[in-house]
């Protein structure tokens, strides 16, 4: 069974930076292209950056050139550093496969408050 866990979540001022962290188990992860999601109540989850299982990223419009994904095979996982931030970027980030079927399973995501 896949497992997927995030950390790294929390409170921080705007401009300020925090690095998420996600632990795969349960399946080949050297496989799958990974993602980072967020969400917030009331809408839906998107995508906010993404890389392929050769190491390429990409990026929605709303984080390029702020945060940066990258992947450790090795370890099985993956991780998303998140540089001047904003409140706007407060929500709950999960990771999961791209596309996220490829899994089928969510984690517990982590919380990230961007507040003054």
């Known amino acids: 069974q896949v497992q997927l866990v995030e950390s790294g979540g929390g409170l921080v001022q705007p401009g300020g930076s925090l690095r998420l962290s996600c632990a795969a188990s349960?399946?080949?992860?050297?496989?799958?292209?990974m993602g980072w999601y967020r969400q917030v109540p009331g809408k839906q989850r998107e995508l906010v950056a993404g890389i392929t299982n050769g190491g390429r990223t990409y990026y929605s419009d709303a984080v390029k050139g702020r945060f940066t994904i990258s992947r450790d095979n090795g370890k099985e996982a993956v991780y998303l550093q998140m540089n001047s931030l904003r409140p706007e970027d407060t929500a709950v980030y999960y990771c999961n496969a791209d596309p996220w079927v490829r899994i089928g399973t969510w984690g517990p995501g982590t919380q990230v408050t961007v507040s003054s």
């Open positions: 349960g399946t080949i992860f050297s496989i799958y292209d």
